[in-house]
């Protein structure tokens, strides 16, 4: 029920998932006025259906159903659930209330799951229909990054130590193929959801077969019209009293997924953010820290990790409510799926606002990265300059005893003096690389030690981003606005 007063919200705890950072589409998806109103549309669909099949309902009952679709006394819903403690026969009646000549056919036939699980799956698709086009604009910000970005040489990190060089793009672009699997996954699981429909109490569809004296292809027909005024091109053709819960396990598995990818890509951006090459947007009038005011946090990369650990973790309800559903149905699945399933949603929702936010302002400091790669690339250069030795008369194995000799003084400087890396002057002034100093600079040049990097960048782009972003080019300008 709602709190007239707004002192007294203060005094219950509120979701943050709504009350601080879902966008509104995805609060509504989930809300009591989406959920009700939707129960009310599935009778009205059945009511439809069940008269255009024969069934003795009248267009009148149908227009005064409609007419009530929306206007809801959630007030007199909940003094029935109170008395009934059962919300689908609460909203029967307080439906029935508005819609006398229609109450003796609403709900006709029908168990709680009609209404129930089919808002469910309702919720699901229309949830991975908000999502998609997020995840979309998501991509297309780190495509143009990646792009912006494809031949800029960075040291690459293995096991956070550095290691041969890469491009700034080309690590947009190892995000850009873990997001570009989950819009396939979220694709596909959207694309897999059917209608539970018309089914009766235990799936077998008994109490329509008797309402239809006998009739099987009637009961066919009223499964799949409804199933179809409802929006979906097919019905599970076998059901308990309840959808399987595995299709909970699959939707809730890919948005983990997805929660896994986005923990990584903004882990990433964290550690770039420590070394000052990569830094998120932040705000003109914005306080990293209430103490130390030089500070640079990356807290909408924080916030994203904390609420992908949380998106993960969630997939373990549908895994243990699937695996205790007895027979046809219990009940304990309940409560557990009036968390579960909107919280999965919400938290996909936010990250992906929020990624997006950080996508379209990722601050990138060539000069910083500059600095790194001179302090790291006399090490990595070592065995170019060894092969310029032996193609100038050079023995590569003096050469290397050479350079090992120098390596290790240049080491020791950085490691315990705190220096810069002198390697290359200390190979400058020895007098046995004087028939390759003139090639020096050359093979140096951070460009040479890339690889494919930008090409597999533009190859990528082009053959794997671009293609899959083109359904999603109408909703591909929206922006988002960060409250908090």
């Not at 409804?226 to 097919?234: D, L, R």
């Not at 997924?257 to 550690?271: N, Q, Y």
């Not at 559903?325 to 409560?335: C, F, G, H, K």
């Not at 990722?362 to 090490?379: A, D, G, N, T």
Request: aromatic residues 8%.
């Amino acid at each position: 029920t709602a709190i007239k007063n707004p002192r007294g919200r203060r005094k219950r705890y509120r979701s943050p998932l709504v009350s601080r950072y879902a966008s509104k589409e995805m609060s509504y998806n989930f809300s009591d006025k989406k959920k009700f109103t939707t129960w009310r549309k599935l009778w009205i669909f059945l009511a439809k259906a069940e008269k255009a099949l024969g069934l003795p309902i009248t267009d009148a009952q149908i227009a005064e159903m409609e007419s009530h679709a929306e206007d809801i006394d959630f007030a007199m819903a909940a003094e029935e659930e109170r008395k009934l403690r059962h919300d689908v026969m609460a909203h029967v009646h307080t439906f029935a209330h508005c819609c006398p000549t229609a109450a003796p056919i609403i709900h006709l036939g029908a168990t709680s799951c009609y209404v129930g699980d089919n808002t469910d799956l309702i919720a699901l698709r229309d949830g991975f229909n908000i999502l998609l086009p997020k995840l979309a604009r998501v991509i297309d910000r780190l495509a143009n990054f990646a792009e912006e970005y494809a031949d800029l040489p960075t040291l690459g990190f293995t096991h956070f130590q550095p290691a041969q060089l890469t491009t700034v793009g080309k690590r947009a672009c190892l995000w850009l193929q873990d997001l570009v699997m989950d819009v396939r996954n979220l694709e596909r699981a959207r694309d897999d959801l059917r209608f539970r429909g018309v089914k009766g109490t235990t799936g077998t569809q008994a109490s329509f077969l008797q309402l239809f004296q006998g009739d099987h292809d009637k009961v066919v027909e009223l499964d799949k019209m409804v199933t179809e005024m409802a929006g979906f091109k097919k019905a599970y053709l076998v059901t308990g009293q309840t959808y399987s819960r595995k299709v909970d396990i699959d939707c809730l598995s890919r948005l983990a997924s997805l929660g896994a990818s986005v923990h990584k890509i903004c882990t990433d951006i964290r550690l770039l953010a420590n070394l000052k090459e990569i830094e998120e947007p932040f705000e003109k009038e914005q306080i990293g820290s209430s103490a130390m005011p030089y500070k640079r946090n990356p807290m909408r990369a924080e916030r994203c990790c904390s609420l992908a650990r949380h998106l993960i973790a969630l997939v373990a309800d549908p895994l243990q409510t699937a695996s205790v559903q007895w027979l046809e149905r219990t009940l304990d699945d309940s409560a557990n799926r009036r968390i579960s399933l909107p919280e999965s949603f919400l938290t996909a929702d936010i990250i992906l606002s929020t990624l997006q936010n950080i996508t379209e302002g990722l601050v990138v400091y060539p000069k910083v990265i500059e600095r790194h790669i001179r302090h790291e690339l006399p090490f990595m250069a070592t065995e170019n300059i060894i092969m310029a030795i032996v193609k100038a008369g050079g023995n590569r194995q003096e050469c290397h005893e050479k350079i090992r000799v120098l390596s290790q003084e240049a080491a020791a400087v950085v490691k315990q003096e705190g220096g810069d890396n002198d390697l290359l002057a200390r190979i400058q002034r020895d007098p046995y690389f004087a028939p390759i100093l003139g090639q020096l600079d050359a093979l140096l040049d951070p460009k040479t030690f890339i690889g494919r990097a930008p090409q597999q960048v533009k190859t990528f782009l082009a053959e794997e981003v671009r293609p899959l972003l083109e359904p999603y080019k109408a909703n591909m300008d929206v922006k988002v606005e960060l409250v908090l």
